[in-house]
């Protein structure tokens, strides 16, 4: 069985660009998570979609945006990068509805932001 | 205040013994589950062991072992027969209630030596 897609694996960009980061789930699951990982400032939630909607959102701001389509795929896009973006982003995804159930991690995309 | 908190930056390991992450969390909340995730050098987080708050028995998978303290909201891992391919960092998350999102801890890096 697959596991968790990203891509692409890495992504420079310059100060006030966008970025888009990619995603697909592992088969049968319907929940994506986006979480950044930042030096210094640890693994931070970012954004959860389930079901084509957005349920969740950290605390970042609006900039940070995604969507999620019919196939579970995700996409989060950072407009107007800053050099604080720079981070490695992770994606998870995890089955719907069932609070015990673990959220599996891709290989993450490494964004730089020059 | 801190949901997850992993006291130990680092910790070195001799190869074939035993090693304990500390992991302490704080939530009001009676349902919530704990996870413990490894994070290799490449960067992507592997899932090693999950513990629910309801679950009365210490979780175990191969080498790895959770010691749940529940009184004392602790939740280390335990890691025996160590092997070089376990030196990552460890990281320890939670769930709480509905929330599906993952609160994560610092991390520890552990070091395995031959």
């Known amino acids: 069985e697959a596991g968790v897609t990203q891509s692409p694996t890495h992504l420079i960009k310059t100060r006030g660009q966008q970025a888009t980061l990619r995603c697909s789930p592992i088969s049968g699951h319907t929940s994506v998570y986006w979480y950044q990982q930042a030096l210094g400032l640890g693994l931070q939630f970012l954004l959860w979609y389930d079901e084509g909607e957005e349920r969740n959102r950290g605390n970042f701001p609006p900039r940070f945006s995604g969507r999620q389509f019919p196939n579970y795929s995700s996409e989060l896009n950072v407009n107007a990068l800053e050099l604080e973006d720079s981070a490695l982003y992770l994606c998870?995804?995890?089955?719907?509805?069932?609070?015990?159930?673990?959220?599996?991690f891709g290989p993450g995309t490494r964004l730089t932001v020059l | 205040a801190q949901k997850i908190t992993q006291t130990q930056p680092g910790m070195f390991v001799q190869e074939k013994e035993a090693v304990t992450l500390d992991c302490t969390y704080d939530t009001s909340d009676p349902s919530y589950g704990l996870f413990w995730y490894k994070q290799p050098s490449s960067g992507e987080m592997i899932f090693l062991i999950y513990?629910?708050?309801?679950?009365?028995q210490n979780a175990t998978e191969g080498r790895y072992s959770l010691n749940f303290q529940k009184a004392r909201k602790s939740a280390n891992l335990v890691i025996s027969a160590s092997q070089l391919g376990d030196s990552a960092m460890y990281f320890c998350?939670?769930?709480?209630?509905?929330?599906?999102?993952?609160?994560f801890g610092a991390g520890t890096t552990v070091t395995v030596r031959a």
């Open positions: 513990q629910g708050s309801y679950d009365q």
């Open positions: 998870a995804s995890s089955r719907t509805g069932v609070s015990t159930d673990t959220q599996y």
């Open positions: 998350a939670m769930r709480e209630g509905d929330d599906y999102k993952l609160s």
